[in-house]
């Protein structure tokens, strides 16, 4: 799987998007990734309605399980070939510095705008949150989480 080390380097960026992103890894993320919404989705409605936390924070509750779900699946099933490389903490902390930004800001800040601005359903927007940090989660995981060392 191509790297890239230059981020400015169209040839190199589309070459990457072109095999990094068709590969039985990209399934098996997206597999991982339909989990995490199950588990994201499920939080956030039992911390919700069942718990009656505030939907705003019931979601940052709900995120931080599904990225540590995430995490230990994709650890063991989508990055196996690389689990060996660096720490599991490091791994970790990468994982959650990445997840947690895209999370932070596809997931959560579009619950809040669509819910609070738009007046749309708490989990139809949660559901579009997660939509929009997709594709940035895998990139992100794929070239810095659990990249390939030299």
Same mark, same amino acid.
């Given at each position: 799987m191509p790297e890239i080390e230059n981020p400015n380097d169209v040839p190199e960026t589309k070459s990457y998007l072109k095999t990094g992103l068709l590969t039985p890894r @990209?399934?098996?993320?997206?597999?991982?990734? %339909? !989990?995490?919404?199950?588990?994201?989705?499920?939080?956030?409605?039992?911390?919700?309605? @069942?718990?009656?936390?505030?939907?705003?924070? %019931? !979601?940052?509750i709900a995120i931080e399980l599904s990225i540590l779900s995430n995490f230990t699946i994709n650890l063991l099933w989508t990055w196996r070939d690389r689990a060996g490389e660096?720490?599991?903490?490091?791994?970790?902390?990468?994982?959650h510095v990445g997840a947690g930004a895209t999370a932070f800001l596809g997931n959560y800040l579009i619950l809040i705008a669509l819910t609070e601005l738009l007046g749309m359903?708490?989990?139809?927007?949660?559901?579009?949150?997660?939509?929009?940090g997709t594709l940035s989660n895998y990139i992100i995981n794929d070239l810095w989480t659990f990249r390939k060392r030299s």
């Amino acid at each position: 799987m191509p790297e890239i080390e230059n981020p400015n380097d169209v040839p190199e960026t589309k070459s990457y998007l072109k095999t990094g992103l068709l590969t039985p890894r @990209f399934v098996k993320f997206g597999v991982v990734g %339909a !989990s995490g919404v199950i588990v994201n989705m499920g939080g956030l409605y039992l911390f919700k309605e @069942f718990a009656g936390i505030p939907y705003f924070i %019931a !979601s940052l509750i709900a995120i931080e399980l599904s990225i540590l779900s995430n995490f230990t699946i994709n650890l063991l099933w989508t990055w196996r070939d690389r689990a060996g490389e660096g720490t599991l903490w490091s791994k970790l902390l990468r994982y959650h510095v990445g997840a947690g930004a895209t999370a932070f800001l596809g997931n959560y800040l579009i619950l809040i705008a669509l819910t609070e601005l738009l007046g749309m359903h708490y989990m139809v927007s949660n559901l579009i949150g997660i939509a929009v940090g997709t594709l940035s989660n895998y990139i992100i995981n794929d070239l810095w989480t659990f990249r390939k060392r030299s």
